[in-house]
């Protein structure tokens, strides 16, 4: 299994432009998750889905949008980008709610927005 | 979600047991404590979990009160592979997201 995959692993924006970073897992997680995490502070949520067709926000939704039209893949989409969407961005996934403490992450997408 | 509290960073040396404690004082009843590690340029991992006494596994023990109001990562003899960041996390066992704090930046020393 390759676990949750991510592309790209680095990406430079100019401000206003678009762009999504892709995400999948081949674990048959039912949840999948999309955080932001700034230099040397923690993870925030930006949104989560609990299965395909459905997802919802998290702490930091806003500038972000998402779709869950497949168990497999949760792309998050970056319009009008602007210098404070510049983070690491990571995907994770769980198998469902019993378990959804234990999250399974991916390597990351460095984004820099200039 | 409970808040919680635990040390920015802390130090130790090659082959020293390190316990780092986090503070969760609104934790509820049917709240889970889980602790996960992250090293640089990668994501989080989790490392265990538990709900009251103490759990070990290969990694790590947690080591968790009777009132649960804090909970105690122990680490054995720490090496230098195990400097990362370390999360504690408290939530419900069937929460749909977990909410990461700062974490507690461990160093290693040789």
């Known amino acids: 299994n390759a676990g949750v995959t991510q592309t790209p692993k680095f990406r430079i924006l100019k401000i206003g432009q678009s762009m999504t970073l892709q995400c999948a897992q081949d674990?048959?997680?039912?949840?999948m998750y999309w955080y932001r995490q700034d230099p040397g502070m923690g993870l925030k949520l930006i949104y989560y889905?609990?299965?395909?067709?459905?997802?919802d926000k998290g702490e930091v939704p806003n500038g972000y949008n998402v779709s869950r039209s497949t168990t497999e893949d949760f792309p998050l989409r970056l319009e009008l980008a602007a210098p404070s969407q510049t983070s690491v961005y990571f995907c994770?996934?769980?198998?469902?709610?019993?378990?959804?403490?234990?999250?399974?992450f991916g390597p990351g997408t460095r984004l820099t927005v200039t | 979600l409970a808040k919680t509290t635990q040390p920015i960073s802390m130090d130790s040396y090659e082959g020293q047991e390190v316990n780092i404690t986090c503070s969760h004082n609104?934790?509820?009843?049917?709240?889970?404590i889980t602790w996960y590690q992250q090293f640089p340029s990668q994501g989080p991992r989790f490392i265990i979990q538990?709900?009251?006494t103490k759990v070990t596994n290969e990694v790590a023990s947690l080591f968790i009160p009777a009132d649960r109001k804090s909970s105690t990562l122990s680490l054995p003899r720490v090496s230098l592979s195990d400097t990362a960041v370390y999360y504690c996390?408290?939530?419900?066992?069937?929460?749909?997201?977990?909410?990461f704090g700062t974490g507690t930046r461990l160093q290693v020393f040789p």
């Open positions: 994770a996934s769980s198998y469902d709610a019993s378990r959804s403490y234990e999250q399974y």
């Open positions: 674990m048959n997680h039912n949840y």
């Open positions: 889905s609990v299965g395909a067709g459905i997802t």
């Open positions: 609104n934790i509820a009843t049917n709240d889970y």
């Open positions: 538990g709900y009251k």
């Open positions: 996390l408290v939530g419900g066992h069937n929460t749909d997201k977990l909410i």
